[in-house]
């Protein structure tokens, strides 16, 4: 199957190459960030270029393991963070992830791109079933996940080991039938606001 290239309004998101190792590895290296996720500081950039080897060695993304998605911006052709998707051998379940540079946070890419990869995940993978994972306290990931239609299933206390430390693991999923049918919605507001010559 030919990679994806998925374009968004402001964004083409693309399965990453090894060229983008270095700026994967330097996103993830800022403390802040990795505290959230558990990742070691600074990120090794050798984890970075497994990751990206993995998903090519799979010819690109497909079920079996992670693939990391680059969010380019289409204004000027820079990388403003990543969207990380897992798909199970089957291609039953997925879970998804996603970083930005500090920089670029808080202007609605990680809704946008996130969006664009789990509409790939739904219709070309067929997926039934795609979750996410979070530190509880991550508020902007949470209001993501709203964004997206996922639903909070429940908190595992004090589940999530970093080094000695322990925090809650806040779960959330969301199923194809109730992607599709917001997607419906959206569509169907979409052709009402047009129909009345209302902007959307
Ligand atoms: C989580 C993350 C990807 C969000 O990216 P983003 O592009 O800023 O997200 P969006 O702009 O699409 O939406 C962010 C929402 O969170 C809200 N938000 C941001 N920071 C917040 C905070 N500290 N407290 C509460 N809400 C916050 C924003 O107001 C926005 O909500 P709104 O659309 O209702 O106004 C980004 O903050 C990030 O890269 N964080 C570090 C990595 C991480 O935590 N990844 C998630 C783990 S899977």
Partial sequence: MPDPILRTARLTVRPMTLADADDLASRRSDPETAHLQGWEVPYPLERAVALIDDMIARGGPAPGGWSQFACVRHQDGVIVGDV???????????EIGYTLHIWARGQGYATEAS????????TVWNLHRCAASIDPRNAASRRVLEHLGFRHEGT?????WQGE???DDARFGLL?????????EARSRADVLSASGQPH
């Fill in 176 to 184: 194809r039938r109730e992607w599709q049918a917001r997607r419906a």
């Fill in 115 to 122: 969006t664009a990869v789990l509409n790939y995940a739904f």
């Fill in 165 to 167: 430390t322990v925090t």
């Fill in 84 to 94: 990380a998707l897992h798909l199970d051998e089957q291609g039953h379940n997925g």
């Fill in 156 to 160: 595992m206390i004090e589940s999530f």
